[in-house]
Nanobody, 120 residues
Framework: QVQLVESGGGVVQAGGSLRLSCAAS????????ASWFRQAPGNVRHLVAT??????NYADSVKGRFTISRDNAKNTVYLQMNSLKPEDTAVYYC???????????????WGQGTQVTVSS
C-alpha cells in the first residue's frame, strides 16, 4: 500500500510564494516520475510540472516561477511556487509513479489535493 499526503496549500497575495509538499509512504522502492497537476473550478486537470530522470518540464504558464524538486531520502516531492498570480488559483495534485520492489512494475498514485488561492 502506498499513500500520498499533500501539504503546503493556502491563501497568499499575488506576488507571494508557497511550497507544496507531497510525501509518499508505504511500500516504496523508488519513485520514477513525479508530477504536479492543478484543477481550477469548472476546468479539467492540467499538468503543471514533471520531474523524471533528473529532467524537468513545466507548463508555459509557470515557467520561470515554479520549481519541482524531490528528496529521495524522504520520498517527498516539492513544488516551489513564486510570483504567484490569481490565475494560479486551483487545487493542486501530485502524481507519483512508484515502484514497489526492484525490477517490479510501477504504478501511479495521486495525492488528495491541496487548495491554493491567490488573491489580487
Amino acid at each position: 500500500q502506498v499513500q500520498l499526503v499533500e501539504s503546503g496549500g493556502g491563501v497568499v497575495q499575488a506576488g507571494g510564494s508557497l511550497r507544496l509538499s507531497c510525501a509518499a509512504s508505504g511500500n516504496i522502492f523508488s519513485i520514477s516520475t513525479a508530477s504536479w497537476f492543478r484543477q481550477a473550478p469548472g476546468n479539467v486537470r492540467h499538468l503543471v510540472a514533471t520531474l523524471s530522470s533528473g529532467y524537468t518540464n513545466y507548463a508555459d504558464s509557470v515557467k520561470g516561477r515554479f520549481t519541482i524538486s524531490r528528496d529521495n531520502a524522504k520520498n517527498t516531492v516539492y513544488l516551489q511556487m513564486n510570483s504567484l498570480k490569481p490565475e494560479d488559483t486551483a487545487v493542486y495534485y501530485c502524481n507519483l509513479d512508484i515502484v514497489a520492489q526492484a525490477m517490479g512494475p510501477q504504478y501511479g498514485y495521486w495525492g488528495q489535493g491541496t487548495q491554493v488561492t491567490v488573491s489580487s
